[in-house]
């Protein structure tokens, strides 16, 4: 285990985290009591940050099971919230039940054993077809189209697209062996540094609503400034990938755009269903998939631009 | 009915409580909302709809612990006393009170057994409905037994809670539950006004118990709980 790098790692994040709290603790104890919701909020996330940071230094000593494990684990709560808002009938209960019981452990199970081939084909091929030829069997034709719909779409985004992240682990760049893991480290704090990053320039900078009808709070300013700041982290954490910090600003430009688009859909998803958040597992946050939605688009693009490129 | 006097929870009931509870948080990430009412030291009567055996389970999965070890659901004694294997489940794992729907003995009599449970301090869990809810009604129309227990016992606050998504979770006639997030969400506390009719007030309550529900079934965002609704994005 690239051991310097780790630790880097680790202080660097702490640092960001307990100026984080610090910064919070500050304007909690300079604000009016009761604390207005904003304040309680910021600081929930806050603290769930420590935690979230927390659980994936856990499962990074734990190499390529940890990994593994916990992306699955993602998988099924982001599913779990997925299909919760989804319309479904009492004739899917059998659907519903594969992409759980089969579905997740399969397609982790492809990714745990490096087998690329099924891995990019067993979702979009097989359980694209095999999903509504089971719900059709069932006989029950209401609102079938829909309901299909919605159900490729949630393995698609919770299922494939999330297990993208550990599948890095399976890349044999050249004269970067062993060091797999750092690629997943720098591609979550690109991508999850660049919805931080775009939320703090949106506050101070946002004037222009970028799309009011589906998201209140995504500026140009926030966008823009999000985006070139987090190219920059992406350059300053080039240490970490067989990137030149020019290539990893291009490629963290191009995870974090796509991570954008991700947390554009995820609202218009949760538009159009009416509800504020995916769930209520990340206290503050909302659900798995408020947190994951930008690292959902980005990491099958940046899986593939390495792939493509450097191996 | 035997072991009435007895009610504290054996060691199979706090094992199979804890255990469960376990269960239905892992399942379905279940989390209390308490919209209008809180947890408290109240003896209660929880009323609830009803679509899924997985319902109760739910409900006292949010309560305390202290207060799961008082309460006990009320269930059809036609159905969980018809084998030795359900009666075992109801009564000597799950702690239920076993009532009969169709009674002639007075022995039977369903709500001197539940008033009996009351008067012992417990709380209750009731499903007004009678029965699991199979159609396309949110809520079926209320039986009695909910206005003869507050007209007897007025002490005892009836909360209403909505049990959120269970019947997507466990269908009826399905054993293995889907994960899908649930919410009970416990509504303010409702009693008999002065005068007020038997149907009258089991109206109410149901209205009281619909008005509950985060995201009613019509597909139909404008008409959604506002609390619920406002999208936010922000990391």
């Known amino acids: 285990m690239p051991m310097r790098e780790i630790l880097i790692l680790i202080v660097g994040l702490t640092a960001v985290l307990i100026t984080a709290s610090l910064v919070a603790g500050i304007l909690s104890w300079r604000a009016p009591k009761p604390l207005p919701s904003t304040l309680i909020n910021l600081n929930q996330r806050i603290n769930a940050w420590w935690v979230m940071v927390l659980a994936i230094t856990v499962a990074f000593f734990f190499g390529r099971h940890g990994m593994t494990i916990l992306f699955a684990l993602i998988s099924f709560a982001a599913l779990r919230e997925f299909v919760t808002l989804t319309h479904t009938r009492r004739s899917d209960h059998w659907v519903l039940l594969g992409m759980f019981g089969i579905i997740i452990p399969f397609q982790y199970w492809l990714v745990w054993t490096a087998w690329y081939g099924l891995f990019t084909i067993f979702i979009p091929v097989y359980c694209f077809l095999l999903m509504p030829a089971i719900t059709a069997l069932h006989g029950d034709t209401e609102r079938f189209l829909e309901r299909v719909s919605a159900q490729q779409w949630a393995v698609m985004i919770s299922v494939y697209c999330v297990s993208h992240v550990p599948a890095l682990l399976t890349l044999e760049v050249p004269g970067f062996e062993g060091r797999n893991l750092l690629l997943i480290a720098f591609l979550i704090i690109a991508v999850q540094g660049s919805d931080v990053l775009q939320y703090i320039f949106g506050k101070l900078f946002g004037r222009h609503l970028m799309s009011p009808k589906v998201s209140p709070s995504k500026t140009w300013e926030g966008l823009i400034g999000g985006l070139v700041a987090s190219s920059l982290l992406g350059a300053l954490l080039s240490f970490l990938t067989p990137f030149s910090p020019l290539q990893a600003a291009g490629v963290a430009f191009i995870a974090c755009l796509m991570g954008f688009l991700g947390g554009l859909v995820a609202s218009a998803i949760k538009r159009d269903q009416g509800v504020k958040d995916w769930g209520h597992l990340i206290e503050g946050h909302g659900g798995m998939m408020d947190r994951a939605d930008s690292l959902v688009f980005a990491a099958p693009v940046f899986f593939h631009t390495v792939r493509y490129f450097w191996t | ?235």
């Not at chain 2, 008033?115 to 301090?121: I, N, R, T």
């Not at chain 2, 007209?151 to 466990?170: F, G, H, K, Q």
């Not at chain 2, 509504?187 to 008999?192: K, L, Q, S, V």
């Not at chain 2, 209205?207 to 959604?224: F, M």
């Open chain 2, 1 to 235: 009915m035997s072991k009435l006097g007895t009610r504290t929870f054996t060691m199979l009931q706090t094992v199979t409580s804890v255990g469960l509870s376990a269960l239905a948080w892992a399942v379905t990430g279940v989390r209390p909302i308490w919209n209008g009412s809180q947890p408290s030291d109240r003896q209660r009567i929880y009323f609830a709809n009803h679509a899924s055996h997985g319902d109760f389970i739910l409900l006292s999965a949010c309560l305390s612990e202290k207060e799961r070890a008082r309460t006990h659901a009320v269930a059809a004694a036609d159905y969980w006393g018809k084998s030795r294997l359900r009666r075992f489940i109801a009564q000597d794992m799950l702690s239920s009170v076993l009532i009969h729907r169709q009674w002639t003995d007075e022995a039977q009599n369903p709500i001197s057994i539940m008033l009996s449970v009351l008067d012992e301090g417990h709380s209750l869990i009731v499903f007004p409905e009678g029965t699991r809810n199979m159609t396309d009604q949110p809520l079926l129309p209320f039986r009695s037994g909910l206005y003869n227990l507050s007209m007897a016992r007025p002490d005892v606050e009836l909360i209403p809670c909505w049990i959120e998504n269970m019947s997507r979770v466990l269908p009826k006639g399905q054993f293995v539950p889907v994960p899908l997030l649930c919410r009970v969400v416990f509504g303010a506390p409702i009693a008999i006004a002065p005068g007020e009719e038997r149907r009258a007030f089991l109206d109410r309550a149901r209205e009281t118990l619909l008005a509950l529900n985060p995201r009613p079934p019509a597909h139909d965002a404008e008409k959604w709980n506002p609390v619920f609704r406002k999208t936010s994005c922000d990391p």
